[in-house]
């Protein structure tokens, strides 16, 4: 089993910053593509950015230049760093992993629990 475990989301005004992190552990062979995806009350579940195990990056057109995503392998961590905050980046944002247990295993996609991130004055 895997779990995933995000810290550093909260209140933040317009322009401001705020760093998610998402630390995966338990049953790891390799993790490959890492990311954070965002859910905004009554809108479906959106792709934020996303990063390859070998550091290639993707951005969802909102956030490029703001957002910047990287990860540190040997901790299995994904990072957020989210700079010139706005009100429309309020939202929950999850991480993911798409992460092989064991070489026998097919790569499984897990899922964090969810922080809460909110642009307002």
């Known amino acids: 089993q895997v779990q ?3 810290s550093g989301g ?10 998610l992190s998402c630390a995966a552990s338990g049953t790891i062979f390799s993790i490959d593509a890492m990311g954070w995806y965002h859910q905004a ?3 479906q579940r959106e792709l934020v950015a996303a990063i390859t195990s070998g550091g290639n990056t ?8 703001r957002f910047t995503i990287s990860r540190d392998n040997a901790k299995n961590t994904v990072y957020l760093q989210m700079n010139s905050l706005k009100p429309e980046d309020t939202a929950v944002y999850y991480c993911n ?3 092989v247990s064991t070489p026998s295993r097919p790569t499984y996609r897990y ?5 809460q991130v ?4």
């Open 4 to 6: 995933l475990v995000e």
């Open 10 to 19: 909260g209140l933040v005004q317009p322009g401001g910053s705020l760093r």
């Open 41 to 43: 009350p009554g809108k």
């Open 58 to 65: 993707n951005y969802a057109d909102s956030v490029k230049g």
């Open 97 to 99: 992993a798409m992460v």
């Open 111 to 115: 899922w964090g629990q969810g922080t």
């Open 118 to 121: 909110t642009v307002s004055s």
